[in-house]
């Protein structure tokens, strides 16, 4: 269900284990440690302001090219994505600067820390790339969506075959010197991020399996101009929503569940509350 409040589920690829365990015979175990770190520090700052929105983020698998979070945000408003997107850049950006302050106040922890400042900053940077999957080419999506959903598609595509090709580029030129395969596997994600689309998976929920064994009901009194969006926040899989309406103080009527998840279904985001009660 849409805003369902699930625990945060937490798993490691079988993958990053052995990406983990070359690391340690390369030599880059501290390397591989810190972007891990930050990867998980990334994907937790989406599913915090998403959590705040009444939206569901609560899967994290650690991969090894990073992490990767899914979970339920439709019917999130534009600004709202904005905002969850926006969250994982800032979160490793303040880790970052929280380095920078730490060499400030104690420069002798610098060469213990310089490296996960380095990949905290770096995580920041290429996550403001206009390329799917990446944080950056989800805003250009949106903020492309007045054109149209075929064609900002097209475009995001476009600009993230473009950037795939200039990473690609540069790996190549290091093949001149020490090759930077790291590159490599970021250009070959780039463009298979290009088929890959603007926001998170969806779940699927079943309200018959909640049914069989009883459910509380959840009373919210909320005003009846507040919209279908500004309500969704509220929705729990583990209890039964009924939404007590009221208008200049006054209580105006009840809406239930079925009601309101029939005018979600049917995309009545900005739809106030009072105009789906009843009218006899």
Same mark, same amino acid.
């Given at each position: 269900?849409?805003?369902?409040?699930?625990?945060?589920?937490?798993?490691?690829?079988?993958?990053?284990?052995?990406?983990? &365990?070359? =690391?340690?015979?390369?030599?880059?175990?501290?390397? $591989?440690?810190?972007?891990?770190?930050?990867?998980?520090?990334?994907?937790?700052?989406?599913?915090?302001?998403?959590?705040?929105?009444?939206?569901?983020?609560?899967?994290?698998?650690?991969?090894?090219?990073?992490?990767?979070? =899914?979970?339920?945000?439709?019917?999130?408003?534009?600004?709202?994505?904005?905002?969850?997107?926006?969250?994982?850049?800032?979160?490793?950006?303040?880790?970052?600067?929280?380095?920078?302050?730490?060499?400030?106040? $104690?420069?002798?922890?610098?060469?213990?820390?310089?490296?996960?400042?380095?990949?905290? $900053?770096?995580?920041?940077?290429?996550?403001?790339?206009?390329? +799917?999957?990446?944080?950056?080419?989800?805003?250009?999506?949106? &903020?492309?969506?007045?054109?149209?959903?075929?064609?900002?598609?097209?475009?995001?595509?476009?600009?993230?075959?473009?950037?795939?090709?200039?990473?690609?580029?540069?790996?190549?030129?290091?093949?001149?010197?020490?090759?930077? $395969? =790291?590159?490599?596997?970021?250009?070959? &994600?780039?463009?298979?991020?290009?088929?890959?689309?603007?926001? +998170?998976?969806?779940?699927?929920?079943?309200?018959?399996?909640?049914?069989?064994?009883?459910?509380?009901?959840?009373?919210?009194?909320?005003?009846?101009?507040?919209?279908?969006?500004?309500?969704?926040?509220?929705?729990?899989?583990?209890?039964?929503?009924?939404?007590?309406?009221?208008?200049?103080?006054?209580?105006?009527?009840?809406?239930?569940?079925?009601?309101?998840?029939?005018?979600?279904?049917?995309?009545?985001? =900005?739809?106030?509350?009072?105009?789906?009660?009843?009218?006899?």
């Amino acid at each position: 269900m849409p805003g369902a409040e699930k625990k945060f589920r937490f798993r490691v690829h079988p993958l990053f284990l052995a990406a983990g &365990l070359a =690391s340690a015979f390369t030599g880059d175990l501290l390397l $591989f440690l810190a972007a891990a770190l930050a990867a998980a520090e990334h994907e937790c700052a989406h599913a915090f302001v998403a959590r705040r929105y009444g939206f569901a983020l609560d899967r994290l698998v650690l991969m090894p090219y990073g992490a990767v979070l =899914s979970g339920d945000i439709s019917g999130i408003g534009k600004k709202q994505e904005l905002a969850v997107l926006a969250a994982g850049p800032l979160a490793n950006a303040a880790t970052a600067l929280a380095f920078v302050a730490l060499w400030w106040l $104690f420069p002798e922890t610098y060469p213990y820390t310089d490296t996960a400042a380095q990949v905290s $900053f770096s995580l920041f940077l290429v996550n403001l790339l206009p390329a +799917y999957p990446l944080d950056g080419g989800r805003m250009l999506h949106i &903020l492309l969506s007045p054109l149209g959903e075929k064609r900002a598609v097209r475009i995001c595509r476009a600009v993230t075959f473009l950037t795939a090709a200039g990473v690609l580029a540069y790996f190549v030129r290091t093949c001149f010197s020490r090759p930077a $395969f =790291s590159a490599l596997i970021f250009a070959v &994600l780039l463009g298979a991020g290009a088929f890959g689309g603007g926001r +998170y998976s969806r779940m699927t929920f079943s309200r018959e399996k909640n049914l069989s064994r009883g459910l509380e009901e959840r009373r919210v009194v909320i005003s009846a101009e507040k919209t279908v969006q500004d309500a969704f926040r509220f929705l729990r899989e583990e209890k039964y929503l009924v939404l007590v309406l009221f208008t200049g103080g006054e209580f105006l009527g009840e809406l239930t569940e079925e009601e309101y998840l029939r005018a979600v279904s049917e995309g009545k985001w =900005s739809e106030p509350l009072g105009e789906l009660l009843p009218k006899f």
